[in-house]
C-alpha cells in the first residue's frame, strides 16, 4: 500500500546506521520528530463534498485526502502534522476520452474547477487546493495507463497518459525497447506528469529529455480537442508540442502521448571515477559533454555531497578501505566522485568507456571499482525512501535545481549552496547542504542541491524555516543567471519567479494561450501563472 503522507510503499524502508545518524547529528544537532497525524484522524476532518453528483466523480473522504497533495515539503509538513488546508470534493478515475470529455464538460457547465492528477509526486505544489477556491475535482488519470499502439518501424509508441514508469518500462521491454526516461520518482510518476512538467531523466545524456521524447498526443481542453501528430520534423509554423510541455495541467488533460523509443541496449554499465577536487571533475565532464562522447549520464558530486554518500552507504569498512586506496593515490578530503553512464552495444560501449576514462585521467580522475556504479543503480530508487527516515529522526530533506552556462556554473552553486547555509542562522539552527551536476549539455548544467534542517515541533516553524530556505535560494537562483526550474516545473512555489525569465510579455502570452484553450479558466488555477 501507497504511503499516504511520506514516499513510497508502505513495506519498504531505507534504514540508516548508526555511523550515519551520528554524523548527521554532529552536522545539524539532534533531531526529535514531531507528532504525526493518523489518517482516521485526517479523514475525520474532511468537509462534506460541494460537488453535484455525478456517476464518475467519488466523493469518498479518504481518496480526497490522498489526492490532497504531491510531495514538495510544505505538502509532507501538511499531510505529517494532518494541517492540510483544503481538499478536492471530489475525485474521478476516468477510463477513457470520453469520460475525460465528459468530466471537463460537467466541470464547465457546474463552475467546478479541475486539477489533473498523474501520480502526485509534484514537487513544487502543483496539487495542492487553494482555501477558499470554488468546488475542486481531482481527475486521476491511474486508469488510462495502456500501451495503445507500437509502430516498430518508426520507433514511436503510444500510451494513455496515466501509466507510471515500471507500467510503461515493462510494456516496452517484452517488445524489446525502451523510452529511457527514468526519473528518481520513477516508481509513481506517469507519462502525462512527465510531459506535463517537462521532467528530466537520470540518463538524459543519452536518451534526451522528455522535451526530446514526447513526439505528439492528445489535449482535452475546455476550448476543444488538440491533437498533435507525431511528425519527425516540421517546418509548419511554431511547434505546439512546446506549449503542451510544462502546461501543468493548465491548458487541459492529456489523455495520450506519443514517444519516441530506443532499442534496449545490449549492456549497460555506470563506471565510477573519483577526481582530486570539485573543480578538476568539472572540466572533465565539459569536456566529454562537449566532445559528444556517446555517454548516457555523466553526475558529479561535489566533496561534500560524495562524503555524505559515503557515510549514508553505511558500509564503513569498506568505505575505509576505499578512503585509503585513493588517499594513496593522493585523494583527500576534496576529492569528488562522477558516475559514468555508459548503455548500448559492447563495440560502442567500449570506445566510449575508453575515451571517457581518458578525459577523466586527463584531469586527475581516478577509476574505481564498477561495484560503485552497480550499488548506484541498484538503490537509485530506493533513495527517495530515505527521506521517511530522516523524517523519522527528526529532519527535513527537501532538494532544488536550476539550470545555468557553465561560465555561471560554479558561482551559482556556491550562491545557492551559502543561501541556504546560512538561511537559518539568525535563528540559530543549522542547515546541511549538497550538490551535484545531474545533468550536462554543451553549453551548461543543471545544478542540483539538496538541504536539510531540523524539524520544529510545531509544523507552522517547520513551515517558516523552509520559506526561509526557499525564498533565499530562489533569490540566488535567479540573480546569478539560472532557470527557476530546470525539471521540476514551476506549480504554486516557482510561480513569483517565473516572470523573472520570461519577461512581461512572455507572461502575457502564456496568459492568452490560457484564456484561449481554457476561458472560463477552470483548470488548474493557481498553478504555473
Ligand atoms: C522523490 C522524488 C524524485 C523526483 N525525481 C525527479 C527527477 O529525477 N526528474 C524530474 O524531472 N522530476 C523529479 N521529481 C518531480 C516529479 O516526479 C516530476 O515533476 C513528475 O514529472 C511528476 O509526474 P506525476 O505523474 O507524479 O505528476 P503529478 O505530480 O500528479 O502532477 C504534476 C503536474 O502535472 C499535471 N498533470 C499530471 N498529469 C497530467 C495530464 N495527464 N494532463 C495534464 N496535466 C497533468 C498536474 O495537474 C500537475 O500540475 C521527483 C519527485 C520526487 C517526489
Known amino acids: 500500500m501507497r504511503r499516504w503522507n511520506g514516499w513510497g510503499d508502505e513495506a519498504i524502508t531505507y534504514p540508516v546506521s548508526p555511523g550515519a545518524q ?8 539532534p533531531g526529535t520528530p514531531p507528532r504525526d497525524a493518523a489518517l482516521a484522524e485526517v479523514v475525520a476532518r474532511v468537509p462534506p463534498s460541494r460537488l453535484p453528483a455525478h456517476p464518475l466523480v467519488s466523493t469518498d473522504p479518504e481518496q480526497r485526502v490522498r489526492h490532497a497533495l504531491g510531495q514538495s515539503l510544505p505538502d509532507w509538513i501538511a499531510a ?33 474547477r479541475i486539477i489533473p492528477y498523474g501520480g ?24 488510462m495507463n495502456a500501451l495503445i499502439h507500437l509502430d516498430e518501424a518508426s520507433h514511436l509508441a503510444t500510451f494513455g497518459v496515466g501509466v507510471r514508469g515500471p507500467e510503461l518500462e515493462g510494456a516496452l521491454r517484452g517488445r524489446g525497447f525502451t523510452l529511457g526516461h527514468f526519473p528518481q520518482s520513477w516508481e509513481y510518476s506517469t507519462l502525462g506528469g512527465w510531459v506535463a512538467t517537462r521532467s528530466a531523466g537520470q540518463q538524459s545524456l543519452g536518451y534526451g529529455r522528455i522535451e526530446d521524447l514526447f513526439a505528439g498526443g492528445r489535449l482535452e481542453c475546455p476550448a476543444g480537442t488538440l491533437v498533435i501528430p507525431p511528425f519527425p520534423a516540421s517546418a509548419a509554423g511554431p511547434d505546439l508540442r512546446q506549449l503542451v510541455l510544462g502546461s501543468e495541467g493548465r491548458l487541459g488533460i492529456l489523455t495520450e502521448v506519443t514517444v519516441r523509443v530506443s532499442p534496449l541496449p545490449a549492456r ?43 557515510v549514508l552507504a553505511g558500509r564503513e569498512r569498506l568505505v575505509g578501505l576505499l578512503e585509503r586506496w585513493l588517499s594513496l593515490r593522493g585523494l583527500g578530503p576534496d576529492k569528488c566522485m562522477l558516475l559514468i553512464g555508459l548503455s548500448g552495444n559492447r563495440v560502442l560501449m567500449r570506445q566510449a568507456r ?27 530508487f530506493r533513495t ?6 530522516l523524517w523519522e529522526m527528526g529532519y527535513a530533506v527537501d532538494t532544488l535545481e536550476t539550470a545555468t ?39 551548461g548544467a543543471n545544478i ?47 510561480r513569483p519567479y517565473l516572470e523573472a525569465e520570461k519577461g512581461p510579455l512572455g507572461m502575457e502570452v502564456l496568459r492568452s494561450v490560457c484564456r484561449t484553450l481554457d476561458p472560463a479558466g477552470i483548470m488548474n488555477p493557481g498553478k504555473l501563472l
Open 268 to 310: 549497460e554499465s555506470f563506471p565510477a571515477v573519483f577526481f582530486p577536487d570539485f573543480e578538476c571533475g568539472m572540466v572533465a565532464v565539459r569536456e566529454m559533454v562537449q566532445a559528444g562522447l556517446p555517454l548516457s549520464m555523466l553526475r558529479l558530486s561535489t566533496a561534500r555531497e560524495t562524503t555524505t554518500n559515503l
Open 22 to 29: 551520528r554524523y548527521l547529528e554532529a552536522a545539524l544537532g
Open 354 to 380: 575508453r575515451l571517457a576514462l581518458e578525459a577523466a585521467r586527463s584531469h586527475g580522475g581516478v577509476p574505481v571499482v564498477e561495484a560503485f556504479g552497480r550499488e548506484w543503480v541498484k538503490h537509485r
Open 120 to 143: 502526485g509526486t509534484s514537487v513544487l505544489g502543483h496539487l495542492a487546493v487553494s482555501p477558499g477556491d470554488p468546488p475542486v475535482l481531482s481527475v486521476d488519470l491511474g486508469r
Open 384 to 389: 527517495p525512501y530515505l527521506r521517511n527516515t
Open 448 to 494: 542540483y542541491t539538496t538541504y536539510l534542517y531540523r524539524l520544529a515541533a510545531d509544523p507552522a516553524e517547520s513551515l517558516r524555516r523552509w520559506q526561509i530556505l526557499k525564498e533565499a535560494a530562489s533569490r540566488a537562483i535567479v540573480d546569478g543567471g539560472g532557470t527557476i526550474s530546470h525539471q521540476h516545473g514551476v506549480g504554486t512555489d516557482h
Open 80 to 112: 505529517r502534522s494532518g494541517t492540510i488546508a483544503a481538499f478536492p470534493d471530489g475525485v474521478a478515475f476516468p477510463s477513457g476520452n470520453e469520460e475525460v470529455r465528459e468530466l471537463i464538460r460537467y466541470a464547465r457547465d457546474t463552475g467546478i
Open 405 to 443: 552556462t557553465w561560465s555561471k556554473v560554479p558561482a551559482l552553486l556556491e550562491a545557492v549552496e551559502r543561501a541556504l547555509r546560512e538561511g537559518l542562522a539568525p535563528i540559530g539552527e543549522k542547515v546541511y547542504v549538497f550538490t551535484h551536476l545531474s545533468h550536462v549539455y554543451p553549453d
